[in-house]
């Protein structure tokens, strides 16, 4: 069973950057599609990007040409390189892991994303 453990968040003014990095440990990490979701108050939680094995990424609408997702598949990281930050970024970010046999999902804490000026 795989754990995940986010950090990274925090205030950023508009148009700032933040990278979020996510710890996985106790699974075999290859064997995992890891991704970004967010989630604002009021509001479903949603795909931000994901990035399989051979580094294939693939990003929501909102996002893509600003945001970022990478893996360090020796160290067992993956992060989420956020620039160009819009208000509406502002939302819990959550960390997954979804095991390619099983497609189980499994969550980090989240970290908070807060775009203010």
């Known amino acids: 069973q795989v754990q995940l453990v986010e950090s990274g968040g925090g205030l950023v003014q508009p148009g700032g950057s933040l990278r979020l990095s996510c710890s996985a440990s106790?699974?075999?990490?290859?064997?995992?599609?890891m991704g970004w979701y967010r989630q604002a108050p009021g509001k479903e939680r949603e795909l931000v990007a994901t990035?399989?094995?051979?580094?294939?990424?693939n990003y929501a609408d909102s996002v893509k040409c600003r945001f970022i997702i990478s893996r360090d598949n020796a160290k067992h990281l993956v992060y989420l390189q956020m620039n160009s930050l819009k208000p509406e970024a502002t939302a819990v970010y959550y960390c997954?892991?979804?095991?390619?046999?099983?497609?189980?999902?499994?969550w980090g804490q989240g970290t908070q994303v807060t775009v203010s000026s």
């Open positions: 997954n892991a979804r095991f390619v046999v099983t497609r189980k999902d499994t």
């Open positions: 106790g699974g075999i990490f290859s064997l995992y599609v």
């Open positions: 990035i399989k094995i051979d580094d294939t990424t």
